[in-house]
């Protein structure tokens, strides 16, 4: 791939999933020193860029590079009608950075179309990797991690769920990676019941709150899960791990 360095650069940045103590030195720098912010909230990505002033401005001023950045809005309803306006930025040469309201773009957040159209129109892309909340709970897991299936979110509809945890079964024994999906607290209850009904009472490991004050790694049975989070609160990613069915 051949880029166009007279077009502006498309940064993928990753913030903070709880702890603001998390952001990279490379990521204040690219936020400070662009011109434009894609952002899912805008109000909740401006409260960030004040915080990152307030507790790290000095980094940006040492560098020099405390601009003034725009922020445009771009959520999973915007992403198909914003991709062109930032495209026609970064053809003018504009750089732009994506983040989403928490952890790395494009991981169960908007803005696979805007990578994959800039890519076509020889837009440099750079990732500025940092935190996910998939990876952070399969580290502090306790499962393998040298194969690992993150599946974002289980699907809406109940017949997908049961196909997809039907299938989770069948897999070959010789590909048994660990399994992630991410989890609304509302449909913590729904998951762990079609788990159950479809693998049996199966242990799992549940992240809840990863960085944060309540920060919780639970490991138990599927059964003792829905005991547990009897009233759900905050954020969840569920592992297992078919091996141990
Ligand atoms: N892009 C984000 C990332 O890199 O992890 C994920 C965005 S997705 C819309 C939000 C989901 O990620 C939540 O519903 C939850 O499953 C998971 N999540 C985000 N932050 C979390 C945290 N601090 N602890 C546990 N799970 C978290």
């Not at 129109?121 to 194969?147: D, E, F, K, W």
Request: aromatic share 6%; proline share 6%.
């Amino acid at each position: 791939m051949r880029y166009n360095y007279c077009m502006g650069t498309l940064s993928i940045v990753s913030t903070p999933i709880g702890n603001l103590a998390d952001i990279t030195i490379r990521a204040i720098k690219t936020l400070f020193s662009v011109d434009i912010i894609a952002c899912e909230d805008t109000r909740r990505t401006g409260m960030l860029l004040q915080e990152l002033k307030k507790r790290y401005g000095s980094i940006a001023l040492h560098s020099n590079i405390l601009s003034t950045q725009k922020l445009v809005r771009f959520d999973d309803r915007q992403e198909q009608s914003q991709t062109p306006l930032l495209i026609e930025y970064l053809q003018q040469g504009k750089n732009v950075a994506l983040v989403s309201d928490a952890g790395t773009p494009l991981i169960s957040d908007p803005g696979y179309k805007l990578v994959s159209e800039a890519l076509k129109r020889g837009i440099q892309v750079v990732s500025i990797p940092g935190p996910t909340a998939a990876i952070a709970a399969l580290t502090s897991s306790g499962l393998p991690t040298n194969q690992f299936l993150f599946l974002g979110y289980p699907p809406e509809k109940e017949k997908h769920r049961f196909d997809l945890f039907q299938s989770l079964l069948t897999m070959k024994p010789s590909n048994h990676p660990t399994i992630i999906f991410y989890c609304a607290p509302h449909k913590l209850h729904q998951i762990l019941t079609d788990m159950q009904t479809v693998m049996g009472d199966i242990p799992i490991v549940i992240a809840r709150e990863l960085t944060k004050v309540h920060e919780e790694v639970w490991r138990g049975k599927s059964s003792e899960a829905l005991q547990k989070f009897e009233n759900p609160q905050g954020e969840f990613v569920i592992l297992l791990s078919i091996n141990s069915v």
